[in-house]
């Protein structure tokens, strides 16, 4: 749901359609303060001229979580939490790839094989910097997501 926009509208209708006592369970990446994305946008905006501050325009940012549980409380119990996750990455090119497949699409994808391969030389050599090897030498990719689980209560 990350990549579908207007949440205030949304989640209260995905919510109505459920039976009574029905559930609707939801998480979400909320990742784009994390070096990882923080780097995308200041990476784009080096290369690509992209402003910093117009680099999430592809995905938009979640709502805080109190917000969240005010929109579905007026028609469900819920419940909401936050968990950082840290995926273990063998090295900051493990780390680019992994987030070629969501995160880096929408910047790399457009572009023809050489500004591509600029693009990601230079992410990764930010990334290598921002995830620094731990003691056996892994690097830790921090991964938050919120979770919300609601019941919608009868009538």
């Known amino acids: 749901l990350q990549w579908v926009g207007d949440h205030p509208r949304l989640l209260p209708r995905l919510l109505s359609a459920l039976a009574p006592g029905g559930v609707l369970a939801i998480q979400m990446p909320d990742n784009l303060d994390e070096p990882s994305h923080r780097l995308m946008r200041e990476t784009a905006a080096a290369l690509l001229g992209i402003a910093a501050d ?89 991964f938050p997501r919120l979770f919300m689980v609601a019941r919608r209560r009868d009538g």
Do not use: N, S
């Not at 900051?92 to 987030?99: F, H, K, S, T, Y």
């Not at 910097?129 to 921090?142: H, N, T």
């Open 54 to 142: 117009d680099g999430d325009q592809h995905r938009a940012r979640i709502l805080p979580a109190q917000q969240y549980y005010d929109l579905l409380t007026l028609q469900a119990d819920v419940d909401v939490w936050r968990t950082t996750y840290y995926h273990r990455m063998d090295d900051a090119a493990a780390i680019v790839q992994w987030l070629r497949a969501t995160g880096l699409k929408p910047y790399v994808d457009p572009l023809a094989p050489e500004p591509q391969a600029q693009f990601l030389a230079e992410y990764q050599r930010r990334i290598e910097l921002a995830y620094p090897a731990r003691a056996d030498g892994q690097r830790l990719l921090a």
